[in-house]
């Protein structure tokens, strides 16, 4: 897992409520992690090696497998700060979507949000690179919730997804999810989204405020998008949204920050690192995400991540891991999981 990697506490500042809701010794939990449950506002940022091994704990504790989707479902656009005030004062929903992918990587190092055409529809949706931790499941969950809040919040409306895909396996009890969150979910998917047609993202908002825009985007922009981020954290980022939707060249990435390929494996040698090596980093945390959370086969998981085939995957794994991906997924499935 990627050290410097935090996420912003946004709505997870809801934990300590719900958990108690549940019976769960909130202050003990939160000591057991060196942390303060009055302390956890929604700005604060941890690392993701604190916030999964939480999520997992709080979820176990509580027994409830969908605690995750109950914590996103308390989102309220306040959670997300300057940016959720920025993305009231939107034209459109798709303006509102992408203005947040555009200023998202300010609160999180680890993980990326992004809005991509699917065939006829549209797929908003969040993916981790720090490396995957048993908690990387409720943290997946909880962004299903906040998605479908931030359409309702931003709407004025009931606006719903058309169907929502999770990057892990079915609980026991998989109909609870398509319950609270009001459409098909799909799960043992390859991404963790929400699927909008264009109707729902061309949806006017009734707090449009041009001029509100304008001014939150100069104050987003003196801030700074990668204020303090190295090019590595940068290629990280852009090599996982990459990932998402097809292979990822360094041509590609290097546009998406602003500067040429040659630029950028400069700038990545003065870091120590090279371009070649970052992807290979990414492609394995998100192999070991698939392999240990989902029953997706190692052939499609190959073909996600841009291998020429599923012999080439295996090989590059086992150098890396030391062991095969199916002996990887064996170990790491939990005992109690559903066929």
């Keep these: 897992m990627n050290p410097e990697a935090t996420q912003r506490i946004g709505v997870a ?28 506002e929604p700005d604060r940022r941890l690392p993701f090696r604190i916030v999964l091994p939480l999520l997992d704990r709080a979820a176990a504790l509580s027994g409830c ?23 009231k004062s939107c034209a459109t929903l798709r303006q509102a979507l992408e203005d947040f992918v555009t200023w998202q990587p300010g609160y999180s190092s680890g993980a990326i949000v992004y809005l991509h055409r699917r065939g006829p529809d549209n797929a908003f949706g969040y993916g981790c690179y720090a490396g ?15 998605g479908i809040r931030m359409v309702r919040e931003l709407t004025g ?8 895909h999770l ?4 609980p026991a009890d998989p109909a609870i999810y398509a319950r609270l969150l009001g459409a098909p979910v799909r799960f043992n998917r390859h991404e963790t989204c929400m699927i909008l047609d264009d109707a729902v993202l061309d949806t006017r908002l009734p707090g449009s405020d041009p001029a509100a825009r304008r001014r939150m985007l100069d104050l987003a922009r003196q801030d700074g998008r990668w204020a303090g981020a190295s090019f590595s954290m940068r290629v990280r980022h852009e090599l996982r949204r990459a990932l998402v939707a097809e292979e990822p060249l360094m ?13 950028l494996r400069r700038r990545l040698e003065e870091e120590g690192t090279t371009f070649e090596a970052l992807r290979d980093e990414v492609r394995r945390a998100v192999a070991r995400e698939l392999l ?48």
């Design 13 to 40: 500042a809801e934990l300590p409520d719900l958990l108690a809701g549940f019976g769960v010794d909130v202050p003990a939990l939160f000591a057991a992690f060196g942390l303060d449950p009055g302390a956890f």
């Design 65 to 87: 497998e969908h605690l995750g989707v109950l914590c996103g479902l308390r989102f309220r656009l306040d959670h997300h700060g300057r940016v959720g005030a920025l993305m």
């Design 132 to 146: 995957t931790a048993p908690g990387t499941r409720v943290l997946y969950d909880i962004i299903l919730g906040v």
């Design 157 to 164: 409306t009931r606006a719903d997804a058309l169907e929502f």
């Design 167 to 170: 990057s892990h396996r079915p």
């Design 251 to 263: 041509t590609q990435v290097a546009g998406e920050i602003g500067i040429s390929a040659r630029t």
């Design 292 to 339: 240990e959370l989902t029953d997706i086969p190692l052939g499609e998981i190959a073909t996600i991540l841009g291998f020429a085939s599923p012999g080439v995957f295996s090989e590059a794994f086992r150098r890396a891991a030391g062991t095969t991906p199916s002996h990887w997924r064996r170990e790491r499935r939990p005992a109690a999981a559903p066929a």
